[in-house]
């Protein structure tokens, strides 16, 4: 009698326990189907609010199962960028990407875009004079293209005679350049060689100093 409600108890257990695996299973899909459908990264706060129901441990588990899953050698990686999650292409397999979508030239960066946005990753926040000291040519059309890609973005006023636009990247800087946040660019000589142009002589700088609301008044003149 005893072993057979013993063999009961060993069955219920067994049943839970299986259950348990396919529910993470099940959390694992809908979260890989999340972050492959999402055109943006999606970050841990996003995901946790589209499972709402789901304890916040359990979504955690399946998301670092997840990771494991893509630790194995195959087409696609799971990264973390900009803050969040996202299905990419495997680097060295982007020349066969690039070959089924026919990438057109003009989508791609001119090389003064790319030296300007260089000097804005590693010097920013960054006025235009100081960009153009530095690269010793006008920027203001290749600031303008900036912009509009939305890889930069204008972050305050310098507080100085004139009060120029300070420029710093966006978070679609980091997503189309792979960066989980800032501290993961390469140095100036590994950035340059990976973008194919000479480094930018990025002098240093002056500690930046506060920024000022783009709606604030000009200060009085003494």
């Given at each position: 009698?005893?072993?057979?409600?013993?063999?009961?108890?060993?069955?219920?257990?067994?049943?839970?326990?299986?259950?348990?695996?396919?529910?993470?299973?099940?959390?694992?899909?809908?979260?890989?189907?999340?972050?492959?459908?999402?055109?943006?990264?999606?970050?841990?706060?996003?995901?946790?609010?589209?499972?709402?129901?789901?304890?916040?441990?359990?979504?955690?588990?399946?998301?670092?199962?997840?990771?494991?899953?893509?630790?194995?050698?195959?087409?696609?990686?799971?990264?973390?960028?900009?803050g969040g999650y996202q299905l990419v292409t495997r680097p060295d397999l982007h020349e066969w990407v690039r070959r089924l979508f026919h990438e057109r030239t003009t989508q791609k960066l001119s090389v003064q875009a790319l030296e300007t946005l260089a000097v804005i990753a590693y010097k920013q926040p960054v006025t235009a004079l100081e960009i153009a000291e530095i690269r010793g040519v006008n920027t203001a059309g290749v600031l303008n293209t900036l912009l509009e890609?939305?890889?930069?973005?204008?972050?305050?006023?310098?507080?100085?005679?004139?009060?120029?636009?300070?420029?710093?990247?966006?978070?679609?800087?980091?997503?189309?350049?792979?960066?989980?946040?800032?501290?993961?660019?390469?140095?100036?000589?590994?950035?340059?060689?990976?973008?194919?142009?000479?480094?930018?002589?990025?002098?240093?700088?002056?500690?930046?100093?506060?920024?000022?609301?783009?709606?604030?008044?000009?200060?009085?003149?003494?």
């Amino acid at each position: 009698m005893d072993e057979d409600r013993e063999r009961e108890g060993r069955a219920e257990q067994e049943g839970q326990v299986g259950q348990v695996g396919q529910a993470g299973a099940e959390l694992k899909a809908i979260l890989e189907a999340l972050i492959f459908a999402s055109p943006d990264p999606l970050t841990p706060k996003a995901l946790f609010k589209i499972v709402e129901g789901e304890p916040k441990e359990d979504i955690e588990a399946a998301l670092a199962d997840l990771k494991r899953d893509y630790e194995r050698p195959g087409g696609l990686q799971l990264v973390e960028v900009a803050g969040g999650y996202q299905l990419v292409t495997r680097p060295d397999l982007h020349e066969w990407v690039r070959r089924l979508f026919h990438e057109r030239t003009t989508q791609k960066l001119s090389v003064q875009a790319l030296e300007t946005l260089a000097v804005i990753a590693y010097k920013q926040p960054v006025t235009a004079l100081e960009i153009a000291e530095i690269r010793g040519v006008n920027t203001a059309g290749v600031l303008n293209t900036l912009l509009e890609r939305h890889f930069i973005k204008i972050v305050g006023r310098k507080p100085v005679v004139g009060r120029p636009f300070m420029y710093a990247t966006t978070r679609e800087f980091l997503i189309r350049f792979g960066l989980k946040d800032l501290n993961d660019l390469p140095d100036v000589a590994q950035m340059s060689e990976a973008l194919g142009f000479e480094p930018p002589a990025l002098v240093e700088q002056t500690p930046a100093e506060a920024l000022l609301p783009l709606d604030e008044p000009d200060p009085p003149i003494h």
